[in-house]
């Protein structure tokens, strides 16, 4: 089970922090993620993070505003989002799967576990 939190509403530019723990078992060698949906729009992906200090793989649009990262001990992922945009209002869902991936892998990994949603909302 995943639990996402973190979510609210801030104005351009400004930041928030989504962390995501998990329950039931560990994910500490697979990979654990974030994708999103925005309204009348696709789930996408965001970020994830696998074994290892470098597997780490971000969508474009991230452009070095968002930091993923793994707390193996808690069983958790963090999203830490900066310099937040209008465009970036969206549902955030955390996923996981225990399969190992890197880079373009865990973009097209089909994650089996999935978090509630948290809502984020960036207005202009």
């Known amino acids: 089970q995943l639990q996402a939190s973190g979510g609210g509403s801030v104005q351009a530019g400004g930041s928030l922090d989504l962390s995501c723990l998990a329950s039931g078992r560990s994910f500490r060698t697979g990979s654990m993620g974030w994708f999103r949906q925005a309204p009348g729009k696709e789930r996408e992906f965001v970020a994830a993070i696998g074994w290892g200090v470098q597997a780490t793989h971000y969508a474009d649009f991230v452009n070095s505003r968002f930091t993923i990262s793994k707390d193996n001990a808690k069983n958790a992922v963090y999203l830490q989002m900066r310099s937040l945009e209008p465009e970036d209002t969206a549902v955030y869902y955390c996923?996981?799967?225990?399969?190992?991936?890197?880079?373009?892998?865990?973009?097209?990994?089909?994650?089996?576990?999935w978090g509630q949603g948290t809502l984020v909302t960036v207005s202009s």
């Open positions: 996923a996981a799967d225990p399969t190992m991936r890197t880079g373009y892998g865990l973009r097209n990994l089909k994650y089996n576990y």
